[in-house]
């Protein structure tokens, strides 16, 4: 119906204008930012130190557990607890957080039953009741920071109107192949998008890992919401609802473990898009008509979700110009073959180009990789997430119209990395055994 009535080339190329336009408007407010907190650096108020409890959910993370509660116990920060929550593991998971409970004075471990309410959002509901925080900070199982994590983070959370601040996510393992150094380079341009949505005051989103939050933001929103699977998402959007501001500090990092095999990343991105899409729909009506969220923030949402509209778009325009071409063949019509292709080409050159610069924008900024190792990075990041996310969308959107919704929470394996190390140490050992023996 939509492409009886409109030229999709000219309403492709529209929409396109319109998020280069705040694109470029989000990057000129970055710079002023910039440039203003270097005549006027950011005034920090020692005497805000809010106790901190750091949530670490874990659910069969017995490989990385010990290894990211050592590490945020080296955090220089002078009040704070660490609560590690097994989640039903089948695992030696809540074996090994008991252990470290009992060694470390400010380390709490929490054990859920087997039959509790599956799912990240109802873990962090139950391990609130027994957190002491004024703010609370949650890391995945697998994560690392800088000693310095807290004190750069938490100054930005002061402000009577800020809920929750958001660090930057790094892979740690990006060297390791070709996925983790696109997801790294896929980070590194969520924390440019992050950054330009900071500057403008726009929806700036939670992602999960290394975010803190005002308990008082938590509280005024009723807690996470037990029924979503990307509880980092749905906060975010709950929060701007409530009128909450949500800050990101790049300066603070948090590493995590990125996917090595390919279709544990296709679970994880699925989640994240079907957990994306689907909070604009349960809470866009909310957005609407909230008398707290800011004008700035709705204009940002929906220039955001124009993100989706458009590889949706391009992957429904392939699908419906096949169509049209092999019904032209079996019943042939003015409808050229130059005009099935052209639209496509169009819509494929603009959708790629567009990545392309955005990524390779982002990796000299933040990264600040040479330029001919950023351009090569940015071609093959580019070809990763159209492989990546645009097949998936028309998937996620073909799941949502047709089936009903589940909490298939698609996991994120970690310690891969780790256990493939153990496996080949100790299949050496093996091997070094077995020649002793021979000798």
């Not at 939509?2 to 970055?30: E, I, K, P, R, W």
């Not at 896929?186 to 005051?201: I, M, N, P, W």
């Not at 991105?269 to 909310?286: K, P, Q, S, V």
């Amino acid at each position: 119906m939509f492409q009886n009535h409109v030229d999709t080339v000219v309403g492709f190329l529209l929409l396109c204008a319109c998020m280069v336009t705040y694109g470029l408007y989000s990057v000129a407010a970055t710079k002023y930012q910039k440039r203003k907190l270097k005549k006027h650096p950011m005034i920090v108020n020692e005497g805000f130190k809010p106790f901190v409890s750091i949530l670490i959910p874990a659910h069969n993370e017995e490989y990385v557990i010990t290894n990211t509660v050592e590490n945020v116990l080296a955090i220089d920060y002078p009040n704070f607890e660490i609560i590690v929550i097994d989640d039903r593991s089948s695992d030696n998971t809540a074996t090994v957080i008991k252990e470290l409970a009992g060694k470390y004075d400010n380390v709490a471990a929490l054990v859920r039953d087997k039959d509790a309410f599956p799912g990240k959002s109802a873990v962090l509901n139950d391990a609130l009741e027994v957190a002491k925080g004024e703010a609370i900070l949650v890391f995945d199982a697998d994560a690392t920071v800088e000693p310095d994590f807290l004190n750069r983070l938490v100054p930005h959370l002061e402000p009577a109107d800020v809920g929750a601040v958001q660090a930057r996510k790094i892979i740690r393992n990006k060297d390791y192949n070709f996925l983790t150094r696109c997801q790294n380079n896929e980070y590194t341009l969520d924390s440019h998008f992050q950054t330009g949505r900071d500057a403008v005051k726009g929806a700036v989103e939670l992602r999960g890992n290394g975010e803190l939050i005002k308990r008082a933001a938590i509280e005024d929103i009723g807690g996470w919401n037990n029924y979503t699977i990307t509880d980092d998402l749905d906060m975010s959007t709950r929060l701007h609802i409530k009128g909450w501001d949500i800050r990101f500090c790049p300066d603070a990092c948090v590493y995590e473990e990125g996917i090595i095999y390919l279709f544990p990343l296709f679970r994880q991105r699925r989640r994240w898009l079907e957990g994306t899409i689907r909070r604009y729909l349960e809470h866009f009506a909310d957005a609407i008509k909230s008398k707290k969220m800011s004008l700035r923030a709705r204009l940002d949402m929906a220039i955001y979700i124009t993100q989706f509209i458009m590889p949706l778009w391009f992957m429904m325009e392939v699908v419906f110009r096949v169509i049209r071409l092999i019904t032209d063949k079996i019943c042939p019509s003015a409808y050229s073959l130059h005009n099935v292709i052209w639209s496509s080409l169009v819509i494929a050159s603009v959708v790629g180009f567009g990545f392309f610069a955005a990524i390779r924008y982002a990796l000299r900024r933040y990264d600040a990789i040479p330029r001919l190792q950023a351009l090569k990075q940015a071609l093959e990041t580019t070809v990763y997430m159209l492989i990546i996310w645009f097949p998936m969308e028309l998937f996620i959107c073909g799941k949502i119209l047709f089936r009903e919704k589940d909490m298939n929470w698609g996991k994120t394996a970690h310690g891969l990395v780790l256990e493939e190390e153990l496996q080949q140490k100790n299949k050496l050992e093996t091997e070094t055994e077995k020649q002793l023996q021979k000798v």
